[in-house]
Every structure is written in C-alpha cells, then in structure tokens.
C-alpha cells in the first residue's frame, strides 16, 4: 500500500560526534514532540566508540569480557531498539529519524523496508550496488552488510535507525557476532571503493575514484534519498544549533503544551 504522500516538515540535524546515551536522551524528546505536533526530525550524527544491544539482543555475540572493554574504552548499552549487537563508532553515519507514521497511515514493515531502499539509494550516488538480502534486515554488498537498521516505534512514532558504514574501523565488528548472524561479513562504503579501484569488487560499478566519499557528502546524500523515500520537506536547521538546538525545539514543544 502506497502512503498518503501529504508531505511533514522534518528538520535535519548534522550534530557531529555525540556520545551514545546523549544522542539516546536527545531521542526520547524528540519523540515525545513529534507526538505533540507531528513534526518529523532527522538526527545525522557520528558516535565514540559503542556497542549497542536491541531489547531481546544476547550478551555473548559480544565477544569481549568487561576487562577488555575497559582496556579498549568502549561502551555498551542495551536499549529498547530491535535488533541484535551491533558497533557504532567514528567513520560511521547514524541516523536517527524521529517520524509519525500515523501521518501517512503506514507501520512498522514499511518503514524498515523504505529506510533499506533509502540506503540503496544513497550508495548509488557513489555508484555503490547494495541490495536487501531475503530474511535479513540491512542494507548488503554483495554478502557483506554496510548499514544497519534497528528501529523502535512506539504509538506510531519511530525512535533509533540505521547505520551506515563510511571508513569506521572494521575491526570493531570482529569483536562481536554483527546483529546475531555468525555468518555475516561487515564492510564499509571505503572498503567498497578501494576494492573496486584495484578491480577486485564486482558490486561497485564505474567508480573513477578510490577516495573514500567525504562524511558531508554521504550525509548530502542520505538527505536527498530521505526525501525521497518518505513524505516529508527537509530543512536544515539553523547554523550552529547541534544538540543543544534539538534540545531546545523539543523544549519549546513542552512548553507550548
């Protein structure tokens, strides 16, 4: 079913790096706004060093003790996302839309499904072939995943999203089992290219460059594929408000109400 294409206005936030649990908080407000008036939100962000578990996620497919955790300075936290374990960290874009699908009288399904053809979509502006894979959500590369989604939606209202690996340090994900699947490779928008450079990459197509994509072009990119996929008008907001912008429309909301 086609969703009623009555466009919502949705401010884009290009926040930088933020720490896990602030971005998380940030989140929670948003959503609790967006329940008030309707107003989407894209938060575009990068995150330190974290593991992440969805709500039903299994503490052994991360495969490190507290101690080396510590050693590595990485932190972890279980949140009420679905999906397994999964890494977040610098080199990685995290987006976290916060939309009411009640808008657009769609759920849960079709907003995962049309997150994946956002993505594809955004990869194919760096002539990135990434497809679905039947049973496993996320967007793949051959048989390697380059974005993760793991989305909550509460009373129509979405929270968390996708993850989408520009040049973060891969070597993280060999530290866990990537979102309970022990078969799965994980591979990165750079990774991509530069095989694709020496030729050794059949699912990247015409590239004329082994440079790794800027993170403000990846982030053009997804915008422009966001509005595409869903029915909405994106702004950005002002210059300069980052978190403490977000923070504040969502406060504004609270006290209009």
Same mark, same amino acid.
């Given at each position: 079913m086609q969703?009623?294409?009555?466009?919502?206005? $949705?401010?884009v936030?290009?926040?930088?790096?933020?720490?896990?649990?602030?971005?998380w908080?940030?989140?929670?407000?948003?959503?609790?706004?967006?329940r008030?008036?309707g107003?989407?939100?894209l938060?575009?962000?990068?995150?330190?060093?974290?593991?992440?578990?969805?709500?039903?996620?299994?503490?052994?497919?991360?495969?490190?003790?507290?101690?080396?955790?510590?050693?590595?300075?990485?932190?972890?936290?279980?949140?009420?996302?679905g999906?397994d374990?999964?890494f977040?960290?610098p =080199?990685?874009?995290?987006g976290?839309?916060?939309?009411?699908?009640?808008?657009w009288?769609?759920?849960?399904?079709?907003?995962?499904?049309?997150?994946?053809? +956002?993505?594809i979509?955004?990869?194919?502006t760096?002539?990135?072939?990434?497809?679905?894979?039947?049973?496993?959500?996320?967007?793949?590369?051959g048989?390697?995943?380059?974005?993760?989604?793991?989305?909550?939606?509460s009373?129509?209202?979405?929270?968390? =999203?996708?993850?989408?690996?520009?040049?973060?340090?891969?070597?993280?994900?060999?530290?866990?089992?990537? $979102?309970g699947?022990?078969?799965?490779?994980?591979?990165s928008?750079?990774?991509?290219?530069?095989?694709?450079?020496r030729g050794?990459?059949?699912?990247?197509? =015409?590239?004329t460059?082994?440079?790794?994509?800027? +993170?403000?072009?990846?982030m053009?990119?997804?915008?422009?594929?966001?509005?595409r996929?869903?029915?909405?008008e $994106?702004?950005?907001?002002?210059?300069g408000s980052?978190?403490?912008?977000?923070?504040?429309?969502?406060?504004?909301?609270?006290?209009a109400?």
């Amino acid at each position: 079913m086609q969703p009623n294409r009555v466009a919502t206005p $949705c401010t884009v936030y290009r926040l930088g790096l933020v720490e896990y649990q602030e971005a998380w908080a940030e989140q929670r407000r948003l959503v609790a706004a967006c329940r008030e008036d309707g107003q989407g939100h894209l938060l575009l962000l990068e995150h330190p060093p974290t593991y992440t578990f969805g709500a039903r996620g299994k503490r052994e497919h991360l495969l490190l003790t507290e101690k080396a955790l510590a050693e590595l300075g990485v932190s972890v936290h279980r949140v009420d996302r679905g999906g397994d374990v999964t890494f977040h960290g610098p =080199g990685q874009l995290v987006g976290y839309p916060i939309l009411d699908l009640r808008r657009w009288s769609q759920g849960p399904l079709w907003y995962v499904r049309s997150l994946e053809a +956002m993505l594809i979509d955004a990869l194919s502006t760096f002539d990135i072939k990434a497809v679905r894979v039947p049973g496993r959500t996320g967007v793949w590369v051959g048989e390697a995943k380059i974005a993760a989604i793991g989305v909550r939606v509460s009373r129509g209202v979405t929270s968390h =999203g996708f993850a989408l690996n520009v040049d973060p340090d891969l070597d993280y994900f060999a530290k866990i089992i990537p $979102c309970g699947l022990p078969d799965a490779d994980v591979t990165s928008m750079a990774e991509v290219l530069r095989d694709a450079g020496r030729g050794d990459h059949p699912a990247a197509l =015409g590239v004329t460059t082994k440079q790794t994509p800027k +993170m403000a072009a990846v982030m053009d990119a997804v915008v422009a594929a966001f509005a595409r996929a869903f029915p909405v008008e $994106c702004s950005a907001a002002e210059h300069g408000s980052g978190l403490s912008g977000a923070v504040e429309a969502s406060r504004s909301v609270a006290a209009a109400g």
